[in-house]
């Protein structure tokens, strides 16, 4: 059902990231849930899985990525983990309570570059 809805222009809490592996040199598109951020230079992804996940490492080691939300690439970098204190800095207030929760050991945050002119983002297999 994410994979569907994921990217989608009129579904803005879902996009997909787009990412190569970093043993693999696979291209790969997964759908991710974007934490609703009160910053327009951010996006904010939580880890339910932890900051160990394949492609938050693979996207860690790349120093960055492709995120299609909203129907538009948007090139992203300087990936770094961050814990539930700065993310609930950037997290908008409606959402601050399930960033606090403790449902995520972790947040991916990256900084937002603007849309790509290439198209569609590289890769369209699935995993990490």
Do not use: C
């Not at 403790?102 to 297999?125: I, N, T, V, Y």
């Amino acid at each position: 059902m994410s994979r569907a809805l994921a990217g989608r222009t009129w579904f803005p809490i879902w996009g997909v990231m787009h990412h190569v592996g970093r043993r693999s040199s696979r291209h790969y598109a997964i759908p991710v849930a974007l934490v609703p951020v009160v910053r327009d230079d951010v996006f904010l992804i939580g880890l339910p899985w932890g900051p160990k996940t394949n492609w938050a490492q693979n996207v860690l080691a790349a120093g960055g990525a492709t995120v299609t939300w909203k129907g538009r690439d948007v090139a992203v970098s300087q990936p770094r983990l961050v814990g539930t204190d700065e993310a609930a800095t950037v997290a908008k207030p409606v959402m601050r309570w399930l960033v606090a929760s403790g449902r995520f050991p972790a947040f991916l945050m990256l900084k937002r570059r603007g849309p790509s002119e290439s198209g569609p983002g590289p890769g369209s297999s699935t995993g990490g």
